[in-house]
């Protein structure tokens, strides 16, 4: 017998865990799923179909572990322990061990895996299965029924004391007169296997009366089979008695496995006359089986091609759908952004050619007020400090040698003329002379004017616009004290430190009043110390004179 009693254990345990936990193991069960459960056991080809469908596009993971269980199921029954080993483990990759309302499948998973296993006489993996199946197993009934299935993989690997453990331990723990009767039948037989001597045939009629009287066909069929094997070498007529009895509850089942195995017991116990036909219905039942199964494995193959086809094909469709979308929107983002970039570029333009008419008309304002302060600049350097320091020296010059007068005023007319132009400047030989003479001049008779280190070296490394903005800030603070100071003393000290020059300029005069304001001169002199990047410093108290301090940085 191909062991359908615990392939049935195996597909009602899985069924009952995997529908039937103690939580809800779905939200809902999908119209897919609905019809490949009604359609399971009645047409299975069709039922993998469905639940194919369920699988092939998957919402909820626990929904579709079950539906790979079931087709587990399906392919081992038609004899593909292979492709039953892949529905199986693909099962437990949607399945989380963490969660509890996951556990019923995991189980019905590795028991299911254990007894496709055995089938493939993998003892060893099929023992480590059925310890996962009972890891997660929290149903009693459904432990018990994984111990007996574990049990039976000892046995088929010949540790019968594990087996022998195993079973005692679970027929302590049954209530259930089938699960009873079950356990009893495979525990004899491992006793007799473990020991050809041992007396099983009680143990082995008690588990069969049980079974008949609770009408376990299938049962019967696996009793049968326990007893024909039995009773083959110390009573084959016996033997053939319960052959002949599981051929005929087999054949009442529809199970072409169970078939096969009680024609092989027939062939060998049978008369010879009966051993023929037997054989020939052996050869064609088990044709026609391998026939049917190549079929199934064919089909189901087949099904999940034209799903992964349809499937493909689907997500084929949805990729030019995509490609379609994203190119459209690619286009409308092109045009929005070119839209953007040409009002951008509109607002740039415009915005860039206001800010530019208002920079130049800055500019331009700034140009005419800077050349209106240089103009300002040149008539009060040029023309109003010429016209007053000839003054000066007329004033206290007793005798004045009019042609000399003529000449410096024919000089200042012809610079009044050209103060307009830029005319190139040429540096004097000998400056420390030329500010001497242009500082002493202011000198009178009540003023006296002393200078002390204005000498060539002072003025080396000084570069010429330097000097010409240094001559016309001194030449403005002469101006200034020859006006308002009322000095009678006034020293000009030059003096070199480090990488700057300093200019001290003392007098004893009234000083600055705190309300006096800056007119031209002062301001032009602060306008030419910046020039310079200089700085002038003021120390002026009413009536106690002037000092001012005037540095700045050698070339």
Not at 86 to 115: I, Q, R
Not at 393 to 404: G, I, K
Not at 501 to 523: F, P
């Amino acid at each position: 017998m191909k062991n359908r009693l615990y392939l049935l254990l195996a597909i009602t345990v899985s069924f009952s865990a995997c529908q039937k936990p103690s939580r809800p193991v779905a939200a809902t069960y999908s119209a897919d799923y609905k019809k490949a459960v009604s359609l399971l056991y009645r047409k299975n080809d069709s039922a993998f179909y469905y639940f194919n469908k369920v699988v092939t596009s998957p919402k909820d993971s626990l929904l579709t572990a079950m539906a790979y269980n079931y087709m587990a199921l399906i392919q081992s029954d038609a004899g593909d322990y292979f492709g039953g080993q892949e529905s199986l483990l693909t099962s437990l990759t949607f399945l989380d061990t963490t969660k509890e309302k996951d556990y019923g499948c995991l189980s019905a998973d590795y028991n299911e895996l254990g007894l496709t296993s055995i089938n493939l006489k993998h003892f060893d993996e099929a023992i480590s299965f059925f310890d996962q199946a009972l890891l997660y197993s929290k149903e009693e009934k459904f432990r018990l029924a994984f111990q007996n299935n574990k049990a039976l993989a000892y046995q088929k690997k010949g540790a019968y004391p594990q087996a022998l453990k195993l079973y005692r331990s679970t027929l302590a723990q049954v209530t259930r007169k089938e699960t009873y009767a079950r356990v009893l039948s495979n525990m004899a037989r491992t006793k007799w296997l473990a020991d050809p001597g041992y007396h099983a045939a009680p143990e082995l009629y008690r588990a069969l009366r049980i079974r008949q009287m609770k009408k376990d066909s299938w049962g019967e069929n696996a009793s049968y089979a326990h007893l024909a094997d039995y009773y083959t070498h110390s009573r084959p007529d016996s033997a053939l008695h319960y052959a002949v009895a599981m051929y005929a509850v087999a054949r009442r089942l529809e199970s072409p496995d169970d078939q096969l195995e009680a024609l092989q017991k027939l062939i060998r116990l049978g008369p010879p006359r009966d051993t023929k036909p037997y054989f020939a219905r052996y050869q064609q039942l088990s044709d026609s089986l391998q026939t049917a199964r190549n079929a199934a494995k064919n089909q189901f193959a087949l099904i999940r091609y034209d799903a992964e086809k349809n499937k493909a094909e689907n997500l084929r469709l949805q990729k030019s759908n995509a490609e379609n979308k994203l190119q459209i929107l690619k286009q409308y983002i092109f045009l929005a952004i070119t839209l953007v970039v040409l009002i951008g570029g509109s607002v740039t333009v415009v915005f860039w050619y206001r800010k530019r008419k208002q920079r130049m008309e800055l500019e331009a304002q700034n140009a005419v007020q800077e050349n209106q302060l240089k103009l300002s600049k040149k008539v009060h350097d040029v023309v109003a400090n010429g016209l007053y320091r000839m003054m000066s020296e007329v004033e206290n010059q007793e005798q004045v040698d009019r042609d000399l007068l003529l000449d410096r005023m024919e000089v200042l007319y012809e610079r009044s003329r050209d103060i307009s132009y830029e005319a190139p400047q040429v540096e004097h030989p000998r400056f420390h002379k030329k500010m001497a003479e242009l500082l002493l001049s202011f000198a009178t008779p009540h003023t006296k004017v002393v200078l002390v280190g204005n000498d060539e070296v002072f003025w080396i490394k000084t570069g010429m616009q330097v000097k010409q903005e240094i001559e016309h800030i001194l030449q403005e603070l002469m101006v200034n004290m020859k006006k308002h100071s009322g000095a009678r003393n006034v020293v000009i000290k030059f003096e070199t430190q480090g990488g700057n020059r300093y200019i001290y300029y003392m007098d004893d005069g009234v000083g600055m009043k705190e309300d006096v304001r800056y007119k031209n001169g002062l301001r032009n002199t602060g306008n030419r110390i910046k020039a310079i990047q200089g700085q002038l410093i003021f120390d002026s108290q009413t009536g106690k004179g002037l000092h001012i301090e005037l540095s700045f940085p050698t070339v």
